[in-house]
């Protein structure tokens, strides 16, 4: 069985394609090539539409190859029979173990020096570290409603407790984006996005919304997801209007790269984000999964008495795949703020469990 050409060229725009002659089979490296990563689906399905140009496929990865462009919205896939549901859904849960040098949401355990002024802090409000077990559960889903057109959705919450100290820490995330094809490999993304942190001595609540134009574009033999776009972000105190942008490409053999940034307004007499760059690159180790991420940010704006405050901070870390169930990831963080009490720097681990999906 395989896919033609003319009309899969413009999968996106018609959601449909037909049978023509074919000289070689997709070979399992382009399908690893395309979905071994952590791209959008999106960007994964284009990739694998266009290696399946002019290819003999088995009727296995025919099949999987015309789930996923149901689900992107085009009900007539391949031309095979069935079709995706409006709707799906899934429900997990996740153990958690964690490592946090501040558990409990204090202040650093020096005194805070301005000037000619010195401050000693309460022993009882600085900060603790510690090991976090505990567990977390989340459903996502996909909401088809036209042809290229859907809304993903993920809603998560976990608690973590750190026995040493007697601490919880309580996390909530919300995710939702509406996607929309305009014209072929032209789309327009409506995103919203929530979390709370709440800890024994701080609760931290962030909220956004965001407005973006989304082009896909094959070069070579890379294939690129390219976003850039505005987004209101609503803090307790304050909120900020930012530019953002971002690259998503898969290259070929499997390896993934990814640049997002963001740059924001300046909020008087408020510590907020002016920029910030982050810089992903995926690949295989040992046949295994294996990712290294560099971010790196710079705020301002902020005034303690009188004091300006702003604050670089650089952080790195890198995850592998141990087992099909266990990832493990190492890294390193600091920040070197104007006010040194603020400055920080503390190596960071973790292990991550793959979800048990109902």
Sequence with gaps: MGVGNSRLARWLRLGAVVTLPFASLLPDAAQASCTANSAETR???????????????????????DSRIKREGYARGLGLPGHAAAHTSTFSVTPILDYSSNVNGGNPARPLVLGE???????????????LAGVGASTSGR??????????????????????????ITRVSLNAC??????ALWFVDACASGSR??????????????????????QDSSYHQFKGGLRRAFAVDYDQNQFVFGIETIRPRGVYTSIEGSIGEAIENELATRQSLSATIGT?????????TLSLSHSDGGK???????????????SYTLTPRLTLSLGYRQTDSSIDYFDDAEPTFGIQFAPIAF
């Design 43 to 65: 960007l994964q399905s284009f990739c694998l539409i266009e290696e399946s140009k002019g290819k003999l496929m088995l009727r296995e990865t025919l099949m999987a190859l």
């Design 117 to 131: 002024l010195t401050f000693d802090g309460d022993p009882d409000f600085y900060r603790k570290e510690g090991v």
């Design 143 to 168: 909401l088809i409603y036209g042809p290229g057109r859907y809304a993903d959705y993920s809603i998560g919450a976990s608690y973590l407790h750190s026995p040493g100290n007697d601490a919880a």
């Design 178 to 183: 509406s996607k929309n094809q305009i014209v």
């Design 197 to 218: 942190i709440d800890r024994e001595l701080s609760d931290d609540l962030s909220r956004a919304v965001t407005l973006s134009a989304v082009r896909l574009l094959k």
């Design 284 to 292: 295989t180790f040992g046949k295994r999964p294996l990712r290294a």
């Design 304 to 318: 303690l008495l009188g004091i300006d405050r702003a604050d670089q901070s650089q952080s790195i870390s890198v």
